[in-house]
């Protein structure tokens, strides 16, 4: 596609639900991540994958978050009995993996906890 | 501890001046540096970028300056236009730092008057 496109775009659980979220990055961008974006607050960094494999997920806050990336391609962040602390912008970015270009964003999944 | 920071949380510009937003950063191994902007309810879109070993870097209307030995950086815009009003976010990287995660300031909401 022509852009990193996310799903769905707006969701609302009630606190304790289990969410996924999904991104579909640039076509043969190799690198993906996720960034949480609170309210008020810069985007911060969340987990990132290299093809299918996750290097890096220093900066999911708590077990309950989880990222997949079977295939390479498309990514889902889950997030397990979600608490309202969850609320938040969830961004994903595709990159090509060249150093020095920069990394495309998706619109994000706007959660909210109730 | 943030590491990346915007300090002016907004900005109130005359269409035809300069915009001025600023960005300091506190971790040393940073060398790559981004400016993005976001409107409402859309991601956040690449604006310019500026590697270390450059001081300046200049797209159409907008101008990013580094100064190394500050942690400062800003961004020029001019002249401004009302289409340029939104969000503005710095970012800085490590290149090969083996996450490419982008380390995000709280933003600047930019607002330029008719």
């Known amino acids: 596609g022509a852009g990193v496109s996310q799903s769905p775009r707006y969701k609302v659980a009630k606190r304790g639900q289990d969410v996924a979220l999904r991104c579909d990055p640039i076509?043969?961008?190799?690198?993906l991540f996720w960034y949480q974006q609170a309210l008020g607050q810069g985007p911060e960094f969340l987990t990132y994958?290299?093809?299918?494999?996750?290097?890096?997920k220093s900066g999911l806050p708590s077990d309950r978050f989880f990222a997949e990336r079977p295939e390479g391609s498309v990514s889902t962040l889950k997030i397990q009995r979600t608490q309202q602390e969850d609320s938040a912008v969830y961004l994903c970015?595709?990159?090509?993996?060249?150093?020095?270009?920069?990394?495309?964003f998706g619109p994000g999944t706007r959660l909210l906890v109730l | 501890d943030q590491q990346v920071k915007q300090n002016s949380p907004s900005l109130s510009v005359q269409e035809g001046r300069i915009s001025i937003l600023n960005c300091d950063y506190t971790?040393?191994?940073?060398?790559?540096f981004l400016w993005y902007k976001k409107y409402p309810a859309e991601g956040p879109t690449f604006l310019i970028s500026?590697?270390?070993?450059?001081d300046k870097n200049e797209d159409g209307r907008f101008t990013v300056f580094l100064n190394k030995s500050a942690k400062h950086l800003s961004l020029h815009i001019v002249p401004s236009q009302p289409g340029d009003s939104a969000v503005y976010f710095c970012?800085?990287?490590?290149?090969?730092?083996?996450?490419?995660?982008?380390?995000f300031g709280k933003g600047t909401k930019l607002t330029v008057n008719p």
């Open positions: 500026i590697s270390s070993i450059k």
């Open positions: 971790n040393s191994m940073f060398d790559y």
């Open positions: 994958f290299q093809n299918e494999a996750q290097l890096d």
């Open positions: 970015a595709s990159w090509r993996g060249l150093y020095q270009e920069t990394q495309y």
């Open positions: 970012a800085a990287q490590i290149e090969g730092g083996g996450s490419e995660k982008l380390v």
């Open positions: 076509s043969g961008h190799v690198s």
